[in-house]
Nanobody, 119 residues
Framework: VQLVESGGGWVQPGGSLRLSCAAS???????????MSWDRQGPGKERELVAT????????NYADSVKGRSTMSRDNFKTRAYLQMNSLKSEDTAMYLC??????????WGQGTQVIVSS
């Protein structure tokens, strides 16, 4: 099992980014069992859970810090998860990590993709 994040980079305040998490080593059916989430860790900050989505995408939760500015989604046929972030702020600067978790089962992390929000 491998998770690979992409889509990070440098963006000016107010800009947007779409992060992707490509999961390999899953079948479509097994991937749909895993809850997916995005965490982030900014410089000098504790790791923060940004968003989670259930296996079939029927329930999505966001941290207050990104609520209203971000949308998490998933495509189980492509075994991918996404995080669309809009109206980015400097405090969104962080390494964003993708997590796949099966309650009572596997727990997998990617290496992360760096987001820098700066003018």
């Amino acid at each position: 099992v491998q998770l690979v994040e992409s889509g990070g980079g440098w963006v000016q305040p107010g800009g947007s980014l779409r992060l992707s998490c490509a999961a390999s080593g899953f079948t479509i059916s097994s991937f749909s069992l895993f809850e997916m989430s995005w965490d982030r860790q900014g410089p000098g900050k504790e790791r923060e859970l940004v968003a989670t989505i259930t296996g079939i995408g029927d329930n999505i939760n966001y941290a207050d810090s990104v609520k209203g500015r971000s949308t998490m989604s998933r495509d189980n046929f492509k075994t991918r998860a996404y995080l669309q972030m809009n109206s980015l702020k400097s405090e969104d600067t962080a390494m964003y990590l993708c997590n796949a978790r099966l309650p009572g089962g596997g727990d997998y992390w990617g290496q992360g993709t760096q987001v820098i929000v700066s003018s």
